[in-house]
């Protein structure tokens, strides 16, 4: 991490919703992904990405816009560097918030994004707005009020699609290995192990996986891994009680695939959810 880099990030105590400012001058994130919908605007330079087996750049004032699941990198495309600035929002918070306002919400859907990039000024202006009230507006119906308008703005960018077990892209092997991994998370599974619960042999596997999620099976379970630790802290477990749940093998292991993967430290990212929890 560069000395001019940094990563300004805040959690909601009610909502649960994390919002993140954030600057990077040269590689910013290795491949991941998040369990939470990205709604996001750079702010300045050029945000340069890839996802949807595409490489994106974002100027300023674009939206980016990412689903739950969705592999994503993030590096810096000139040498000005990138600031941006989102939100994490749990998708039972945003499912919940979208039937709320719209009747074209039909129940064996689930809303996923028309585009990883837009151009709507009035939801960027909507998404800082949003975090401004999460961050320092102390009465929560005012925070309501703006969360309301961001979810309204969002809309006209939200298409319904089929549940994902469902989708023709995630074939039943790689779903069965995926499924195998959230079941085991804790545990110091092999690839052979995981080929032979899945019927296939561990080459198979590993390039249908990788077709199906964009991650080797070793790299998603690290992903997975990462993205409970970001819960357990945040709900303000210890990091060395989180290494020693979700099976690393102690406290530097976590902090290092931590960092890697959101350039803050375990126990920075639970302090600093928890002070913004506090501020509340």
Not at 58 to 83: I, Y
Not at 160 to 175: D, E, F, N, S, T
Not at 181 to 186: K, N
Request: glycine share 6%.
């Amino acid at each position: 991490m560069a000395k001019s880099d940094w990563v300004d990030l805040q959690q909601d105590s009610d909502t649960g919703i994390e919002t993140i400012r954030a600057h990077f001058d040269g590689h910013a994130y290795d491949p991941h992904w998040h369990d939470s919908y990205l709604v996001g605007v750079t702010e300045q330079g050029v945000q340069q990405f890839h996802c949807r087996r595409s490489r994106h750049s974002s100027t300023p004032g674009r939206l980016v816009l990412v689903e739950p699941g969705e592999v994503h990198d993030g590096h810096a495309a000139t040498d000005a560097g990138f600031t941006y600035s989102m939100l994490y929002l749990s998708p039972q918070w945003l499912d919940n918030e979208l039937r709320h306002q719209s009747d074209a919400a039909p129940a064996t859907l689930y809303p996923g994004f028309n585009s990883t990039l837009a151009d709507d000024p009035s939801l960027a202006i909507q998404i800082h707005r949003s975090i401004d009230a999460l961050r320092h507006q102390p009465w929560r119906i005012m925070r309501d009020t703006a969360l309301d308008s961001l979810v309204q703005g969002l809309l006209p960018h939200i298409g319904w699609k089929p549940r994902q077990l469902g989708q023709p892209h995630h074939p039943a092997i790689a779903a069965r290995a995926r499924d195998y991994l959230h079941a085991h998370i804790e545990q110091d599974i092999s690839l052979h192990e995981l080929a032979d619960a899945c019927g296939v042999d561990r080459f198979r596997l590993s390039r249908t996986f990788k077709t199906a999620y964009g991650l080797a099976p070793h790299a998603y379970l690290v992903q997975l891994r990462l993205n409970q630790a970001r819960k357990r802290l945040a709900a303000g477990q210890l990091p060395i009680d989180v290494a020693h749940q979700l099976g690393f093998a102690d406290q530097s292991h976590l902090g290092r695939w931590f960092r890697r993967a959101y350039r803050l430290t375990p126990a920075q990212y639970r302090r600093q959810c928890l002070t913004g929890s506090q501020a509340h």
